[in-house]
Nanobody, 120 residues
Framework: VQLQASGGGLVQPGGSLRLSCVAS????????MGWYRQAPGKQRELVAH???????NYADSMKGQFILSRDNAKSTVYLQMNSLKPEDTAVYYC???????????????WGQGTQVTVSS
């Protein structure tokens, strides 16, 4: 199983970006999928995730600013980031809890991280 993240880059304050993360491999079910971020000198923190049944949880500080969505057919989640501020600068990591085909249990997977820089 692999998670491939894309969509990061440099954006001016107030701008928007959309991140994408595709899960691939021998996947039986995606139990949870979403995004974390890690700013320089800080711990990794949850941005948002969506459960298999479609419940979305956001970090309190990001509600209303970020929008998580999913395309089940493509095993893809999207993070629409609006009104970006310099403090949103971080490496954004895709995360998923996935059950694999013919394998018991579920496992955590991480994407490679995509840099988002908000600066004028």
């Amino acid at each position: 199983v692999q998670l491939q993240a894309s969509g990061g880059g440099l954006v001016q304050p107030g701008g928007s970006l959309r991140l994408s993360c595709v899960a691939s491999g021998h996947i039986a079910s995606i139990n949870l999928m979403g995004w974390y971020r890690q700013a320089p000198g800080k711990q990794r923190e949850l941005v948002a995730h969506i459960t298999r049944t479609g419940t979305i949880n956001y970090a309190d500080s990001m509600k209303g600013q970020f929008i998580l969505s999913r395309d089940n057919a493509k095993s893809t989640v999207y993070l629409q980031m609006n009104s970006l501020k310099p403090e949103d600068t971080a490496v954004y990591y895709c995360h998923a809890d996935i059950s694999r085909t013919y394998v018991k249990g579920s496992y955590d997977y991480w994407g490679q991280g995509t840099q988002v820089t908000v600066s004028s």
